[in-house]
Structure formats: structure tokens, C-alpha cells
């Protein structure tokens, strides 16, 4: 079974550029979740989606959003890339309403220069 | 609102040396509690889980138990080895989620361990 997979692992980009992350969550699984991992600061909740729909949303400004498709994949964009949005990007898949614990992909590494 | 706590890092510890990662939570109801680890360069992995207050969650030599009187899930393991060097993350869910929130993940606890 293929896990959460994750394209691209890592890029570059300008400040004030945009980017869009993509992720293919485990078949079957129906929610995606996106998480931030800033260096010294952890894990922060960015978005879920289930069902094609956002169910919630972390602390973060309008420029980060993404959206889920039909198959259940799922993009994350950001607009206007700030200095401190490098990090990596971790998309996590569940099926809808299992709150036992999320399969993660590896991630992208975001460098905004 | 929902937390979780855990230990400040870096753990530095000898192989064969016992751990323990400290772990506390905050949460309404009845949450799940999960501890996961991050290998270097890598995503996150499952390490184990518990669903209920005394449930002991188990997995490559690692334990914790759910203990609900003391809001805790204390992640051990007896024997470490080099490969264990990772770093690890405590987190909780709301099986009814009801708040509509994910996983909320402490900010992790960087054990090293030396040869």
C-alpha cells in the first residue's frame, strides 16, 4: 500500500513569489491535514480537509489556503512567500472520522530566499 | 483549550541507558494520546497510541501508559540504542471532535544517544 506521498521534497523560491505543495494522501483515506514545522517551533496546525471541504484551520494569514480535490488530494498554496515561511511542510492523511492517529508523508522543504 | 507539554530537550543519553520523555495534556473529554517520531530528514511516524484512560500503548521497546489522574502519557523505553536518536513528539485528539481541531502536537523532545 503507497503511504502520504508528497511532491516536490524541496524547492526554492524568491520572497513575494508563490508556491503550491502537493500531497496524495493513502487510499481510502479521506481527510488531509497540512502542518507547518518551522525550525524551533514545532508542529503548527495549518488545514483539514475532509470531504472535499475545510473543516479548520490553524492561526495563520488568508495567503496560506489550499483546497481538496474529487480523489481526495489535496494542494496547499502560499502567496506573497515570507522569509520565515521556510520550513517543512507535512501532509497527513486519515480516513474521515478516525481520530486514531494520522499517516504522514515525508514532506516538502520549503527555502524562501 | 487542548495542549500537551513535553520535557524540554535535548536528552542525551549512552546506548543501553533508560529513557524517559515526560508528557502532560490539557484537553476536554476523553482525547486519544499518541506519541509519534521524526528521524532525521524525514516525516512523521506512528510510534504507538492509547485510546483510554490505563491503556498502555507499546511498540519497538517503547511504553506509555495513559494516566488520566495524572494527565500524563510518560513515553519510556528500557534499553536505547543509537538508531532510537530521533525526535519524538507527544499529541492528542478529541475522538469526538467536536472542536473541529487535529492533532495537536507538543513541541518535541530531541533525544541523541551515543555509542
Known amino acids: 500500500e503507497a503511504g502520504v506521498t508528497q511532491s516536490p521534497t524541496h524547492l526554492i523560491k524568491t520572497r513575494g513569489q508563490q508556491v503550491t505543495l502537493r500531497c496524495s494522501p493513502i487510499s481510502g483515506h479521506t481527510s488531509v491535514y497540512w502542518y507547518q514545522q518551522a525550525l524551533g517551533l514545532g508542529l503548527q496546525f495549518l488545514l483539514w480537509?475532509?470531504?472535499?471541504?475545510?473543516?479548520n484551520r490553524g492561526n495563520f494569514p488568508p495567503r496560506f489556503s489550499g483546497r481538496q480535490f474529487p480523489n481526495y488530494s489535496s494542494e496547499l498554496n502560499v502567496n506573497a512567500l515570507e522569509l520565515e515561511d521556510s520550513a517543512l511542510y507535512l501532509c497527513?492523511?486519515?480516513?474521515?472520522?478516525?481520530?486514531?492517529?494520522?499517516?504522514f508523508g515525508s514532506g516538502t522543504r520549503l527555502t524562501v530566499v | 483549550g487542548n495542549s500537551v507539554t513535553q520535557m524540554e530537550g535535548p536528552v542525551t543519553l549512552s546506548e543501553e541507558a533508560f529513557l524517559t520523555i515526560n508528557c502532560t495534556y490539557t484537553a476536554t473529554g476523553y482525547p486519544s494520546l499518541f506519541w509519534y517520531v521524526q528521524y532525521p530528514g524525514e516525516g512523521l511516524q506512528l510510534l504507538l497510541k492509547a485510546t483510554k484512560a490505563d491503556d498502555k500503548g507499546s511498540n519497538k521497546g517503547f511504553e506509555a501508559t495513559y494516566r488520566k489522574e495524572t494527565t500524563s502519557f510518560h513515553l519510556e523505553k528500557g534499553s536505547v540504542q543509537v538508531s532510537d536518536s530521533a525526535v519524538y513528539f507527544c499529541?492528542?485528539?478529541?475522538?469526538?471532535?467536536?472542536?473541529?481541531?487535529?492533532?495537536?502536537f507538543g513541541k518535541g523532545t530531541t533525544l541523541s544517544v551515543s555509542s
Open positions: 480537509y475532509d470531504e472535499g471541504e475545510e473543516r
Open positions: 497527513a492523511s486519515s480516513p474521515t472520522g478516525y481520530s486514531y492517529g494520522y499517516t
Open positions: 499529541a492528542l485528539s478529541d475522538p469526538a471532535r467536536q472542536a473541529g481541531t487535529a492533532l495537536i
